[in-house]
């Protein structure tokens, strides 16, 4: 109640007024204080859980450290000792090209199979949800055990094969091909990318294809000169996405090589030997060092494709 | 229940360079049914929204009865919002989001079920409690949002465009339905709109925004005849008021004139007995308004002194009436930013467009030439300079 | 005249019949395309299935899909592989372990989606820029310390490393997807409850997370199904044999030697293990498409 009555001509009340811009300052200043205990489980995790970790990973990265003993700073000597690891050049060597075959062929494989399934098929979704089974179950440990048993000497992969009159020989223990049903494995799981495709797909206008229709063009050219530059951001996801997956890749070639990234260190992923180096050697301070330099890795790789984007990449509207 | 003053009211963007409402004054009376009218963008929903403490308060203040509500939180200023889009909880049903706040505010379930239902009969919703929103019609959607807001029993309803998203029948039947619920209910209401049919309609009295400007404020009959400037007078009214530069001759006893490009029309002293400023205008350029409804047939008024002849561009037969466009030897003068001025409006000098609106059975024709009278009694005068109604 | 247009209708009535050919002849064409393609990728999980209910001696036997004579001896066998605990301590592992993180996510995702997409703080967008920033962080570069922690603190060999981060909405990426979804539904929902005197907490749970339905349902599904496949963390943290999940006991299957100790059970246990995650996608499909439309607006 803060009215005092002083009438003159026009009976007004005269109303006090408390001092300006106090509402603003209390009321978002509750909304402030809410949005902090809505983020507080996240800034915890964040902290505890991402930040620390990550600072104490570059720290160890830096020492020799076995778990036992408390680390002992050594320098740069485990980015030096990289330079010598015979071993890490091999990881890399598979790494590099478990990403630049694997992650162009999904690329390609749901690219494709989107485009057919984009042209007004009956059944649609079913056949969208039988080519993303293989997405669902492709990271597990049974898949990649299955795997072994088909591209064995005895799978039926070769009896597929002994179909035509090949003799195949044991796909997984062969040096030369084990990488390869690997990347086979990854492919396998193209449905992931391939969902995305078509939702992409889904959103370009018939209306385009009505036009390039009347303007007399065929379903290549279509394909060509609409489809593909409109669906370039999503190809631009998906490349991001796949490339950022493949260099963390692991359990497939971990469980299919039995856990020893052979046969002779032939799917030797990075991930493979920094979890050998961490998990069965201890040392924590080397495995630390690998994985900043696996975190490096990925971000050049990440930095130059955002960079290459801008010369293929084509954002309408 | 209560009354609302705003004092001062202000919202100002990027330090204050942007004003979208500029000083706000409006004493609102207990009860009463005002209506913020103004075209789109004019801040009319930005001064309910800061009524309704959705939005930050630049600088100024509200007022709730007594209580200064600028620190109030919103669900404390006991005012109900019905939004444009009525804003129903999707995955409640009517009953639930009628019931909401009474279920926030924690009052037993037996009096929630017998204020929702209370409700739900005024509104003719009882058939529809258990229904969910998506499964209503747009005419009951708006319902159910009234439902909400009445349910509480607030001090004040906000309501923000409520029947814009109608289809045109349906709006004219919710709007008289809403004024009747207002009506008894007596609730302080404040309605915005654009429509300014619902203004002239709903409101105990009307307050028109421009660029969060006030322009006036008064009961509806009065700002349509006594418009305070050249932007009420052209945002009121369908067709708009006819606005034309003149030049009034000397002010004497026995009247003046008012030239009309060529043409020149005689004011009698009765005529022009309640416009006392008009004199200071004497010998200059003034802005002459006439709505549609007051220009006649020469025909029709067979005692009329001054005749304006012209031609016939275009008759639209509306069946009810006839609107007449046509041009006269004169200068257009223009309204900015108003979004009810005709396309035809744009005219070069020395033919303006003019529109009158006649009686259905008028026998005239696109291309006749026709001599029309204005009714002298009824013409508006603004200063060309301010747009301020000359009185 | 007649006759005319009664010839026209009649070459038009040939002509959609060569057109509407034409099409389907193209449709069973990609129809075909697709079949071939999915049979060549599936079989080798079909063959699984059906393997995993004939004799161990049949398995390898060729290309064949039916079984000459069924049995569910694998069943048994691997079910038993290790002896005690049997594979069902290993699936009741995996399925408290997945429950827990899909609880977990779905509380402290939401909480900080509901932050992100509707409420303002300061330097909100710097948070929001390290949350998405987190999403594309490998895991090894945090694996080593968050390992040493958790040694240390006696963690090793519970699920509560696998669980704990979860409740710390530690998967940023579908923190990303209910702020994305939540920024989508109008304000004035949240204004009207405003309004009706809620707080920001029945904000959050009476209007925001009913309606954020179907990320919720995404969110749980992918949830579930990650962490039941996860195997890195699995194999780090859960290294003694009864506190061990279906991922890391499926390599119990592995013989030192690197051969394989009994296929037959391998494939019974790996038939049961992918099992969830098809039941639950395929459950889940009708649920993600049957979430709440946001009607109730014009």
Redesign the interface.
């Known amino acids: 109640m803060s009215e005092v009555e002083t009438s003159v001509a026009r009976p007004k009340p005269v109303r006090v007024r408390p001092p300006p811009n106090t509402s603003r300052s209390s009321l978002s200043r509750m909304e402030n204080r809410a949005a902090y205990w809505f983020l507080l489980p996240w800034l915890a995790g964040f902290f505890f859980i991402t930040v620390v970790p990550m600072l104490a990973s570059a720290y160890l990265s830096f020492t020799d450290y076995r778990v036992l003993k408390p680390p002992q700073w050594v320098g740069l000597q485990n980015y030096v000792a990289m330079t010598h690891d015979r071993r890490l050049f091999v990881s890399v060597g598979v790494t590099l090209r478990y990403v630049l075959i694997s992650v162009p062929l999904v690329l390609i494989f749901s690219l494709a199979v989107a485009a057919l399934l984009n042209r007004g098929l009956k059944g649609l979704a079913i056949y969208r949800s039988l080519f993303y089974v293989p997405s669902l179950i492709g990271a597990s440990v049974g898949i990649g055990m299955l795997w072994r048993e088909v591209f064995g000497a005895r799978g039926i992969f070769n009896s597929f094969l002994a179909l035509f009159g090949i003799k195949g020989a044991g796909w997984m223990s062969s040096p030369g091909t084990a990488l390869y049903t690997v990347i086979g494995l990854n492919v396998w799981t193209f449905g992931a990318a391939m969902v995305i495709f078509l939702a992409a797909l889904r959103q370009i206008p018939e209306s385009y294809y009505e036009a390039a229709s009347l303007d007399g063009a065929n379903a290549l050219q279509k394909f060509r000169r609409i489809t593909l530059p409109l669906l370039t951001p999503v190809i631009f996801f998906n490349l991001v996405l796949n490339t950022i997956g493949a260099f963390q890749s692991f359990t497939q070639a971990f469980v299919v090589s039995g856990g020893t990234g052979g046969p002779v260190d032939s799917t030797l992923l990075y991930t493979i030997y920094l979890y050998q180096r961490a998990f069965q050697h201890l040392e924590m301070g080397y495995a630390s060092a690998m994985a900043w330099v696996l975190l490096a890795t990925i971000a050049a790789f990440t930095a130059l494709l955002f960079w290459s984007s801008r010369f293929w990449v084509f954002y309408g509207d | 229940m209560a009354s609302v003053s705003l004092e001062g009211l202000t919202k100002s963007y990027g330090n204050g360079v942007l004003k979208a409402v500029n000083d706000l004054n409006l004493e609102i009376e207990d009860g009463e049914f005002v209506v913020l009218v103004g075209p789109s963008g004019c801040g009319k929903s930005t001064a309910l929204r800061m009524i309704a403490g959705l939005e930050e308060i630049s600088d100024g203040g509200v007022w709730i009865g007594d209580q200064f509500v600028n620190d109030v939180h919103p669900k404390d200023r006991d005012v109900a919002m019905v939004f444009q889009n009525y804003a129903l909880y999707p995955h409640m049903t009517v009953f639930d989001n009628i019931a909401f706040a009474l279920q926030i505010a924690g009052m037993p379930r037996d009096e929630i079920r017998r204020r929702v239902e209370d409700a739900a009969r005024t509104l003719e919703l009882t058939d529809y409690l258990k229904r969910r929103p998506g499964q209503l019609s747009g005419g009951q959607r708006q319902r159910v949002a009234m439902g909400r807001a009445i349910v509480r029993q607030p001090a004040v309803f906000l309501m923000d465009e409520p029947l814009s998203n109608l289809d045109a029948k349906l709006r004219v039947q919710m709007r008289a339905e809403i004024s009747k619920l207002q009506r008894r209910l007596g609730v302080t209401t404040i309605y915005v709109t654009h429509d300014q049919v619902e203004a002239m309609t709903m409101g105990d009295r009307v307050a028109l925004l421009r660029d969060g400007n006030l322009q006036q404020v008064a009961p509806p009959s009065v700002m349509y005849d006594e418009p305070a400037n050249m932007f009420v007078a052209a945002f009121l009214g369908s067709p708009s008021m006819n606005l034309l530069w003149g030049e009034l001759g000397e002010v004497s006893a026995s009247g003046t004139t008012l030239k009309l490009g060529g043409q020149t029309l005689l004011l009698t002293t009765e005529k022009i007995a309640g416009l006392r400023r008009l004199g200071a205008y004497a010998n200059r350029a003034v802005v002459v308004g006439i709505r549609p409804e007051d220009i006649y047939p020469a025909a029709d008024r067979p005692g009329a002194t001054s005749k304006i002849r012209s031609n016939i561009d275009l008759v639209e037969a509306l069946g009810s009436d006839k609107v007449l466009h046509f041009s006269i030897d004169a200068r257009q003068a223009l309204v900015k930013s108003s979004d009810s001025l005709d396309e035809l409006n744009h005219g070069e000098a020395g033919k303006a467009h003019c529109v009158a609106r006649l009686n259905a059975r008028t026998p005239l024709r696109m291309g006749d030439d026709v001599d029309l009278v204005f009714d002298t009694d009824r013409l508006h005068f603004f200063d060309g300079e301010t747009g301020e109604a000359i009185r | 005249m007649v006759t005319d247009r009664r010839l026209d209708s009649r070459s038009l009535a040939a002509h959609r019949r060569t057109r509407k050919l034409r099409r389907n002849l193209r449709?069973i064409g990609?129809?075909a395309?697709?079949i071939v393609?999915?049979i060549a990728?599936?079989?080798?999980?079909i063959?699984?299935v059906l393997s995993s209910l004939r004799p161990e001696d049949e398995i390898?036997g060729?290309?064949g899909l039916i079984p000459k004579s069924w049995t569910i001896e694998n069943y048994v066998k691997g079910w038993q592989l290790s002896g005690n605990p049997t594979f069902a301590a290993f699936f009741i592992n995996s399925f408290i372990i997945s429950a827990l993180a899909v609880v977990g996510n779905l509380?402290?995702?939401s909480?900080?989606g509901?932050?992100?997409a509707r409420?303002?703080?300061?330097f909100?967008w710097l948070?929001f820029a390290?949350?998405l920033g987190?999403i594309?962080?490998?895991?090894?570069?945090?694996?080593?310390?968050?390992?040493?922690?958790f040694?240390k603190i006696g963690w090793v060999n519970t699920i509560l490393p696998l669980v704990v981060?979860k409740?710390?909405?530690?998967d940023a990426f579908y923190?990303f997807l209910m702020v994305q979804f939540m920024r989508s539904l109008?304000a004035?929902?949240e204004?009207?409850?405003?309004?009706?005197?809620?707080s920001?907490?029945?904000r959050?749970w009476?209007?925001i997370l009913?309606?954020t339905?179907p990320a919720l349902v995404t969110t749980a599904v992918f949830t579930f199904?990650h962490t039941?496949?996860d195997?890195?963390g699995q194999l780090?943290y859960l290294t003694d044999v009864k506190s061990m999940t279906?991922?890391?006991a499926?390599?119990l299957?592995?013989d030192p030697s690197?051969g394989?100790s009994s296929?037959g059970g391998?494939?019974a246990?790996?038939v049961l293990?992918?099992a969830p995650?098809?039941g639950f996608?395929l459950a889940s499909?009708r649920l993600l498409t049957k979430g709440?439309?946001?009607?109730?607006?014009?």
Not at chain 3, 41 to 45: D, E, F, K, Q, R
Not at chain 3, 119 to 122: A, D, G, K
Not at chain 3, 167 to 170: D, E, G
Not at chain 3, 292 to 298: C, D, L, P, R, W
């Open positions: 449709g990609l129809h395309i697709l393609l999915l990728m599936l079989y080798p999980v063959w699984m390898f060729g290309l509380i402290s995702c909480m900080a509901y932050a992100f409420l303002h703080f300061p909100k948070w390290l949350m987190t594309m962080l490998p895991i090894h570069a945090q694996m080593i310390p968050q390992y040493i922690f040694l981060p409740f710390l909405a530690t923190i109008p004035e929902l204004q009207a409850a405003v309004l009706d005197g809620a920001y907490w029945q959050y009476r209007i009913p309606l339905m199904i039941y496949n195997f890195l780090i279906v991922p890391v499926l390599r299957f592995l690197g394989q296929v391998l494939f246990m790996v293990s992918i995650v098809l996608f499909q709440i439309a946001t009607q109730g607006f014009k």
